[in-house]
């Protein structure tokens, strides 16, 4: 009896809610024409942000609100879009909007629009031990944010792995525009990169980089940079290559890139809908001593679907291509390795070693001046083991012995209707073609030869950031020279074909 009294008490519950919401909001709604407008805006609780800083972001927001004809719905929409600039600073833990009378004498459609916030802790210390990219990261992070009262951070990070042996960067950025929409960064970087799984050798990176940023992702998100990097490829094994030998000479790289990304995609790990693409340009001229001289591009899509619509419940599709040129500028000199396109793997073309297509010599790849690859995946559920503790026929029995009675559960098997739930069955096929050379020969090659294929299944399974697959497939067309994974592949990573 107490059970149903305590399902009764919360339903009832329940249902005063849903009517007290139904009822603020149309309270809400039918108040939005009514005349207001702002009188002042204050942020309390920021007491280690500069308040020049704070007036610069009320103020780009403030302007379109401030005239008598202005409603209690423009009073809304400017408290928000202040409110979301004021988190996007990454200065505050908590920001919560209120609206208060204003004491202005004569003035009753005069308001305040009032912030409550909390501010982050100045210094972060972190460690971690992360797997991305077919790689394990273990790493000392550390991060000094509003250092000047103005959103600037300064972020100090030191790791290593499995591949990136060594790994030191010092980061400073901050805010260039009052709407926080463009952020300046100062960064410097020493890298040691183990290269071994696809060319017998190691390579050593160091440079400075300054970027500019405006944008999000969501609206599309460009970032002009300039680098200038050091890069020296070193610990050769015994059976490398010529030409990996041939291209041990020190060289450093200056160069302009442009990076445009969009993404509308519900989920970025195990995505059911909506679009991701990434366009890379890079431009590198023989200046302040670089010896490198080319023009790289580079671009990336995403595109999926759900099924749900057709009767298919947590079942899509996704489609993705990726290509890329490298073009060099100077006709005396051939492209560097380091800048090369290396293609094959478990997040690339699934089946082929990483950058086991395209050009090799011996075990080593080369890499590629041009490539295209594509992918076209299903995503279905898995029948999951569930147990049901009901009294129904289907997952219980009953046995009588001595006048009592014992219910025995049985495990029943249901399929997951949520596509983030962690685990999902993947069908796939994957293709591309690489090749290298000059730009002229390497698009002849491209148009001459069909691509190379592989087809599997295997296993998703998410684990927030990232997602492991288990693959297992055949290829069912390859180039002379290129080298596929027999049996079972296992890719760890964020962006997959």
């Avoid at 490829?233 to 160069?255: D, V």
């Avoid at 094959?344 to 590629?368: C, E, N, Q, Y």
Wanted: aromatic fraction near 8%; charged fraction near 20%.
């Amino acid at each position: 009896m107490d059970a149903k009294v305590s399902e009764w008490y919360k339903a009832r519950l329940e249902r005063q809610h849903q009517l007290q919401s139904e009822s603020l909001s149309s309270f809400i709604n039918s108040g939005l024409d009514t005349p207001l407008h702002v009188h002042a805006v204050s942020v309390r609780g920021a007491v280690k942000t500069r308040s020049s800083f704070l007036e610069s972001i009320v103020n780009s927001a403030e302007d379109d609100v401030t005239k008598p004809s202005s409603t209690l719905e423009d009073v809304l929409h400017t408290a928000r879009i202040i409110g979301d600039r004021l988190q996007e600073t990454g200065v505050f833990s908590s920001v919560q909007a209120n609206l208060e009378p204003s004491s202005q004498v004569g003035d009753k459609e005069a308001v305040n629009i009032v912030f409550n916030t909390r501010e982050r802790s100045r210094f972060f210390l972190k460690t971690s031990t992360e797997l991305g990219d077919n790689e394990g990261t273990a790493s000392l992070q550390g991060t000094f944010t509003n250092i000047f009262g103005g959103a600037e951070s300064l972020n100090v990070n030191l790791a290593t792995g499995t591949a990136t042996r060594r790994n030191a960067q010092v980061l400073f950025r901050a805010p260039l525009t009052s709407d926080v929409k463009t952020w300046g960064e100062l960064s410097g970087f020493i890298r040691d990169v183990d290269k071994t799984i696809f060319a017998s050798c190691m390579e050593n990176l160091g440079g400075v980089q300054a970027a500019l940023k405006r944008g999000s992702i969501a609206t599309g998100m460009s970032q002009f940079a300039y680098s200038y990097t050091a890069r020296h490829l070193h610990s050769l094994t015994p059976t490398a290559s010529f030409s990996i030998r041939n291209s041990t000479a020190s060289n450093i790289k200056a160069s302009f890139t442009h990076t445009f990304t969009y993404d509308s995609r519900d989920d970025p790990i195990t995505p059911s809908r909506g679009l991701k693409v990434q366009a890379d340009q890079e431009l590198s001229l023989p200046t302040l001593g670089s010896s490198t001289s080319f023009f790289k591009s580079e671009l990336q899509t995403y595109l999926g679907r759900s099924l749900s619509s057709i009767g298919f419940p947590s079942t899509f599709v996704s489609t993705s291509l990726r290509a890329g040129v490298l073009h060099s500028l100077n006709p005396d000199r051939s492209t560097q390795f380091s800048d090369r396109f290396q293609v094959g793997g478990p997040t690339s073309v699934r089946l082929f070693k990483i950058g086991g297509m395209g050009i090799h010599d011996g075990a080593d790849s080369v890499g590629s001046t041009m490539y295209y690859s594509f992918g076209l995946s299903l995503f279905t559920p898995l029948p999951i083991p569930s147990r049901n503790w009901s009294n129904d026929t289907s997952a219980s029995a009953t046995v009588s012995e001595s006048n009592s009675e014992e219910s025995i559960s049985t495990k029943n098997w249901s399929i997951s209707t949520d596509h983030t739930y962690p685990v999902l069955l993947q069908w796939w096929v994957n293709g591309g073609r690489a090749v290298g050379g000059p730009v002229d020969m390497a698009l002849n090659r491209i148009q001459n030869h069909g691509p190379s294929l592989s087809a599997g299944v295997g296993i998703l399974y998410r684990f927030t950031p990232l997602r492991l697959e288990l693959n297992f497939g055949v290829p069912l067309a390859m180039s002379k020279g290129e080298q596929f994974r027999k049996g079972l592949q296992v890719g760890v990573g964020v962006d997959f074909l």
